[in-house]
């Protein structure tokens, strides 16, 4: 399949994960062990694509290195955002999440002295600002905890991405993905001290369907856009992945009813995605 068909699946399915993560939180008890069950159900299932894709792995051992040190970030980026996701709505987490992006950019010209571009800042700037306009609200002057705890979540995980750079190719990618799940879901177990028990009691008294749902369209979106990255052009790639928050705002209004805002959660999403373009052009 070309990066066309595989950006299409990923719109799809990161969209399905986008919605049915929030419906898997609105049940919950104990969020890290909502976080270890789904994680560990999507690294399980998506082995079963293991035969599909070239089978790899590196030989050079500072790639394991640096993939230890981004699964680190990304475990306290997945269980940040079990807490956010419960607290804010799914159209709005979409629109947050792209503040990494943000980040990446400045990253770049802080830590690795890339040029300034013009058209890149104005992209971010636009990204930025369309998140002020969903989180402001007039007479408040403190951020909501959940959105706060929401950039701070995308702040690691623009960390996690700079180590993480490239890493996939080196991987069969079913694998890989079952690493950065797997791996997650073992050290947030450990260092929370959940029990058994409380995984036990999570999926039985939670909405099943909802989280089986989520857990494999959370693995299998990861497949998707890594491989739509490595069939494609990053430039053309990421402003098309960013439809994803035009979809989830309306999905949510149809399917979680997240009717507040939609104006300006349009123009935001608009925004976003004019934002990435400039970026990437």
Known sequence: ???????????????????????STKSLTKEGALTVLLEFIGAVTILLLFPFFEIKF??????YIL????II????VD????TVRRGIEASTYSMISQLSTVFMIFAGILFFKEPFVLNKFIGAMLIVFSNI??????????????VLLGIIANLFFTVAIFLDVNISDNFNLPFYVTLTLGVPAILIFIFERIKFSDIKTEFKNGNKKAMIITSISWSLAIVAQLRAYQLGN?????????????????????????KDDIPKKIISACLIILGIVLIKI
Do not use: H
């Not at 590196?58 to 790639?63: E, H, L, Q």
């Open 67 to 70: 993939l230890g040190l981004s």
């Open 234 to 258: 990053v430039s053309i790639i990421a402003p098309l992945c960013a439809l994803n928050v035009v979809l989830n705002v309306i999905v949510g209004y149809f399917l979680l009813k997240e």
């Open 58 to 63: 590196p030989t050079d051992i500072r790639v």
């Open 133 to 146: 306009i969903i989180f402001y609200k007039r007479g408040e002057k403190k951020l909501d905890k959940y």
């Open 73 to 76: 970030f990304y475990t306290i």
């Open 79 to 82: 269980r940040m955002n079990t």
């Open 1 to 23: 399949m070309n990066w066309i068909v595989w950006i299409i699946i990923y719109l799809i399915i990161y969209v399905i994960f986008n919605q049915f993560y929030k419906i």
